[in-house]
């Protein structure tokens, strides 16, 4: 990986606890499209930037092995704390120099994480990996989140947004790669057999609090808070405390419902 963000125990925590896990109806399609690229058995799916292993954990059925691959040991420990998996192995590793012989893998996953990767290095690394009509699904989702509760759904959204512009100085060009829905690494892609999905809906209940978590997580408030501690508490209490005033409560364990889009790249390696 290019960049490493993601490194410290404290974040790792605030990932596990607040990140979104992937929507069934992403892993289905990704599953779908293995299908009807590779026969069967699917013996080994990689997770690349497996973080604290959202992602991996939903490919456990389906694979003998899934193997969880991430540049931060911190990330990887909180993967590990998970109970419950025993085809998963999780390994410190980056997306660029994959622990795997020539032509062993039937899926390699990103989930929120190839927009970090060198694509020149990865995209060659994947193909020295994948077997023969192995694939590969790239998946994420846009910061374009929307709130919705009661009749006030488009106030709440803009006091998020007032969030994210305030960390505009400390967002890396990266968050513009996975804005567009990895539009260079998908034209990067050799392989003829590739598409993109895009507005892939997820709507999902979060408690006000878990909102803020999920701010908390991002790159660009880590960066935020190691410059100005105090500034990034106050801007996270102030987020909350002006949606608990919106929708009129007083607890942060009110929910409210969330709504992003996810997208997925697909490509499949030729015979």
């Not at 609090?209 to 102030?238: D, H, I, N």
Request: glycine fraction near 4%; aromatic fraction near 10%.
């Amino acid at each position: 990986m290019a960049f490493r963000l993601f490194e410290e125990k404290q974040h790792a925590s605030v990932y596990q606890k607040f990140r979104f896990t992937p929507p069934e109806e992403v892993k289905t399609i990704i599953l779908d499209y293995l299908d009807r690229k590779k026969e069967k058995p699917h013996v080994l799916a990689v997770d690349l930037g497996c973080g604290t292993g959202q992602n991996t954990r939903l490919l456990a059925p389906h694979f003998q092995e899934v193997v969880g691959l991430d540049i931060s040991e911190s990330q990887v420990a909180e993967a590990r704390a998970v109970p419950g998996f025993s085809n998963i192995t999780y390994r410190v590793g980056g997306a660029e120099e994959m622990p795997f012989p020539d032509s062993s893998v039937d899926l390699i996953t990103a989930a929120t994480a190839a927009h970090y990767f060198d694509i020149e290095r990865f995209l060659k690394e994947a193909h020295r990996v994948l077997k023969p009509q192995g694939c590969m699904a790239l998946l994420g989702y846009t910061d374009r989140f929307e709130f919705y509760y009661g009749n006030c759904e488009g106030r709440l959204t803009s006091i998020y947004r007032e969030l994210v512009d305030a960390l505009l100085p400390y967002t890396t060009k990266q968050i513009n790669v996975a804005n567009s829905m990895l539009q260079d690494l998908f034209e990067a892609i050799p392989y003829p057999d590739k598409e993109r999905i895009e507005n892939i809906i997820l709507k999902e209940l979060r408690p006000v609090s878990s909102v803020v978590g999920l701010c908390e997580s991002f790159s660009m408030y880590q960066a935020y808070q190691k410059a100005e501690p105090e500034a990034a508490r106050a801007l996270l209490q102030t987020t909350q405390q002006r949606f608990l005033e919106e929708i009129k409560v007083s607890s942060p364990e009110t929910e409210v419902e969330v709504r992003m889009k996810y997208f997925c790249v697909l490509a499949s390696k030729p015979r």
